[in-house]
């Protein structure tokens, strides 16, 4: 039999008679023909059907049925993309058992989002959806190319661990044999052990995060874009990674993913050569100073200022990016290092996009002694952490790095709502299937 | 400061002053003379010290303190690659607190394995046991890299799920907020479902068994390189790109991490254009006729007739590699597409490298109404398995694909004695930590 082809191929074809496979997508019966929507893995082509033998066998199958076509194909520039498959052959491969539960070839899917989600299997096969996923694919992609032209390794580290990460709170409980475990909150301790090792490393994993609230932003399992460096000279050299890795990640959506961005309508932002960068105390002043609100006794940013900063660093200096150093010890985790100069403020950041945050990095402690008084500092026993703190205990470099979550990142992209939107099957307080 | 470069790159700076950082991996210190041997995250090298203060001050640190040195990169046909430094200076970023546990400069490392993984922090960092790991980051890469040529979109899916995948026994139960829930066995059902949506599909990320046996094959947490694909004509569809992919991640092993298989002074097998192939039945025969053991009634080959099978394909085909097709639907899961032919037998492999299974994979059912036979036949419930039969219920093309444990390969690959010695950080019955 003839080898299939990819719809998105027919212009090469042309004149030709090809094979092509994939779902009936739709059917448009009219008076004297019918179009046959088919889609495949990656596109949609339309097939004119004149047989009304044929017309009336494919006006009996449901929707999704999996069919096979061989068919001429003819420029013409009534049809979409120009090109059309006539005089077709048609085999049914697979007949769907049911109408689908919504219509896949309206131009957006017509379901409130728990319903897209209880049918993902069905709902992910739309143009638009998957399109998002294409995106997220090129995502990882890049992420991992810019790092592997860096020199970083990849790792993969275990996510069943014997203690939590980032604190005691919001850990999944397993029972490991009989002895208490937890699901790993982020890879963190493993990829600065392994800067000992390769001094650069990244991981692309899933982290998981038992955290009880239920909103258009959190999910209780993630895909976690991580990297780690060693040799840095404070957490500035590790921003300045992230710019590079940015521009990666943008440039190979736009390689990778042309299509699917097309199809969502997204034009890709401008990763600025140097991202602006803010002090966090420098931020407070500001939105005192214009905003009016004196946040400046505050350890942290809300969202509404997050949001205020990122509308200033579009007016200042007209990028969608702002990084903000510099936050407050008190309120980040006991591995941070703090600022030599001030050493209430941190050598770590945020990366805010479009006002939100997106990235959360910074430069750790990496003298043995230090670990033993933060952790001692927060009544926390170094007992359980003896893997780790080996690593230190046996000379580590200044180092640091950064994490940011795939779905986050696609979703602040594409503006999507809900999280929940650019991630295949999630996870939150109500929802473990499909 | 100036900046510093790879030990690695030297060679390409003869005459001139450096900056190299890394840890003091060795010093030799000889009678008018003393070299101290730098490690970095990519080699070794040679620093010439003839100032007896410094050689004095190096004496007083221990191994793998933290060092930069500055100095002059001079050819000399008696220093380890041809090339050392003379006239250094060094500073000590960080050193070390302790001797560490064990010698890092021997060329093998001395300690039983137990040791080695319980200080994985420092035994990682020795050459030949980190040249381990950028073999399996290669082969990451390169599954990766072979299936994007062959179209094939990355996908990410859930960890934490509400049903076993391939049977009730060997889940890790978790706590999801007060409901039970279960660490994913394998992708199996997402990645089947996501051919309905790209019809080409991989993942790589952590899976999770709960065997209760200990022994030197078997992990409790593995990475699995998995695909699918759709529109297959059937298993062997699946062999073949299996081929295509093993060829694929020995080029970049080759391309990627050619200095460290030299480090473990490893050459790559040749994947054979054709992978020979045998069914299962005629290798029961050809076992009975040959090694005299009459195992035709077994429903499954043993470790020694694998083996055997190993020797076998040797001789007869100069191939470290044999497929295996056709093994009896009843070892196989539920989802298993019979041989039309013969229905006892499942269109079904197994992938034998050096007489050992390395990858399993098959084509599978892709009609609703023999899901449901399926599940009704082995007493399974499809309720709990509504979201993934929906794929099947909407239409899906016939369809298979493969799953490689990534520490499996790479320990056949460097022939580790132990499964453990090609993961970072293991998991298994008696093992939690690091």
Chains 1, 2 share one sequence.
């Not at 009534?78 to 058992?97: D, H, K, W, Y």
């Not at 998002?132 to 032209?149: K, V, W």
């Not at 941190?346 to 670990?371: A, I, K």
Request: aromatic content about 10%; charged content about 20%; proline content about 8%.
């Amino acid at each position: 039999m003839q080898q299939r082809i990819w719809t998105t191929c027919i212009g090469e074809h042309i004149g030709e008679r090809v094979r092509l496979s994939g779902w009936l997508h739709h059917l448009r019966q009219l008076r004297h023909v019918t179009f046959l929507i088919l889609r495949d893995g990656k596109g949609l082509t339309q097939i004119v059907v004149e047989d009304p033998t044929l017309a009336e066998q494919l006006a009996s199958l449901y929707h999704e049925s999996v069919l096979s076509v061989e068919g001429l194909v003819i420029a013409n520039p009534q049809a979409p993309n120009g090109i059309e498959i006539q005089q077709p052959i048609v085999e049914v491969l697979n007949p769907s058992t049911a109408p689908p539960p919504f219509d896949l070839f309206r131009p957006t899917l017509k379901a409130q989002l728990p319903t897209l989600l209880d049918y993902a299997a069905i709902s992910l096969r739309h143009p638009q959806r998957r399109a998002l996923f294409q995106i997220s694919a090129a995502s990882m992609e890049g992420f991992r190319a810019a790092l592997r032209r860096e020199q970083f390794v990849e790792i993969q580290t275990p996510k069943m661990v014997a203690s939590a990460t980032e604190g005691g709170a919001n850990v999944f409980a397993i029972n490991y044999f009989g002895s208490p475990a937890y699901l790993a909150q982020s890879p963190q301790f493993y990829k600065q052990t392994m800067v000992g090792v390769f001094e650069r490393v990244f991981e692309v994993a899933p982290v998981f995060r038992a955290e009880p609230h239920d909103t258009p932003r959190h999910l209780n399992e993630y895909v976690s874009l991580d990297m780690e460096m060693g040799f840095i000279e404070n957490h500035r050299t590790v921003m300045a990674m992230l710019t590079c890795v940015l521009q990666g990640m943008v440039q190979t959506i736009s390689e990778q993913a042309a299509e699917a961005l097309k199809l969502v309508k997204l034009t890709l932002p401008q990763i600025p050569a140097a991202i602006p960068i803010i002090h966090f105390s420098e931020a407070l002043e500001l939105i005192y100073r214009e905003m009016g609100e004196d946040a400046r006794h505050e350890p942290d940013l809300s969202p509404s200022h997050e949001r205020w900063l990122g509308e200033w660093a579009q007016r200042q200096y007209q990028s969608e990016f702002l990084l903000v150093e510099g936050y407050p010890m008190v309120k980040r985790p006991f591995y941070t290092h703090p600022d030599p100069a001030r050493p209430q403020y941190s050598n770590s950041f945020d990366l805010l996009f479009r006002g939100l945050e997106l990235v959360t990095g910074g430069q750790r402690l990496h003298r043995y002694d230090d670990y033993l008084q933060a952790l001692q500092a927060r009544g926390l026993n170094p007992e359980p952490l003896s893997g780790y703190l080996d690593a230190f205990k046996y000379g580590m470099p200044p180092h640091g790095g950064f994490a940011i979550g795939l779905e986050r990142w696609v979703a602040r992209l594409v503006e999507a709502p809900n999280i929940r939107e650019v991630t295949l099957f999630p996870r939150d307080l109500n929802r473990l299937t499909p």
